[in-house]
């Protein structure tokens, strides 16, 4: 049995850092719940399930792990045996032998996505004004602002490796859809979330409900943690 608290074990998307959860933490924390965000590098898709493994270790007892858009992939990679249960929003689940790419350019995209491209250094920004059209368009322009100021490339290396098979197949799995995710479709969220067998609730938030939407977010994340 296990006698430590459980830990909910916090992942951030491209482009952000566990900042971005900051308002989710508040809310948990306001419940009772020990969360923690773990710093994600971005360098390779490799490094980033390695960096949430020394974050959930740390935790010490069982763990439930949300992942943020990217960072879904991620969560799915880790083999911890003290994961209880899976939380995706907005995120994406490549199935066994599926890239991150392939799930994220899956179906046409919205018209307000940005146009991504490596740049010089073979890393890949997203361009400021897609934070108010596209990452985080129901935030306030301040979040925004410093969502866009305090951003965090993404390496190709993350996103092109075909993963194991995931977690998500062997473990209890929720899913928050963004109905009105500019970044990743509501139907291709749909798609991944009926095929893992999720529990799934929809609700007509952005692409980054954290900032916009925390209560809600929060309470996914406690449905899991209770259930």
């Not at 995706?88 to 994220?104: H, I, K, M, R, S």
């Not at 129901?138 to 290396?157: G, H, I, L, T």
């Not at 490796?161 to 995931?166: A, E, K, Q, S």
């Amino acid at each position: 049995m296990d006698t430590e608290p459980l830990t909910v074990v916090l992942a951030h998307g491209a482009w952000a850092d566990g900042s971005s959860w900051a308002r989710v933490i508040e809310r948990l924390r306001e419940k009772g719940q020990r969360a923690v965000a773990a710093p994600l590098p971005l360098t390779t898709f490799a490094d980033d399930v390695a960096a949430l493994d020394r974050t959930v270790a740390r935790a010490a007892g069982p763990v439930v792990l949300v992942g943020h858009a990217y960072a879904g992939a991620v969560v799915g990679a880790s083999r911890s045996e003290r994961i209880k249960a899976l939380v995706y929003v907005a995120a994406l689940a490549p199935d066994e032998g599926e890239t991150v790419a392939d799930v994220f350019y899956r179906g046409a995209p919205h018209p307000l996505a940005p146009k991504l491209a490596p740049d010089a250094d073979g890393l890949i920004w997203l361009p400021e004004e897609a934070f108010a059209g596209a990452f985080a368009p129901q935030a306030s322009e301040s979040d925004q602002a410093v969502f866009a100021a305090v951003q965090r490339p993404v390496s190709p290396a993350c996103i092109t490796v075909p993963i194991g098979r995931p977690r998500w197949r062997d473990t209890p799995s929720w899913f928050l859809v963004a109905e009105e995710d500019r970044m990743i479709l509501a139907a291709n969220q749909r798609f991944m979330a009926e095929r893992m067998g999720a529990r799934t609730v929809a609700h007509p938030v952005d692409h980054t409900p954290l900032a916009a939407h925390p209560d809600l977010v929060a309470q996914v994340i406690l449905d899991a943690v209770h259930a």
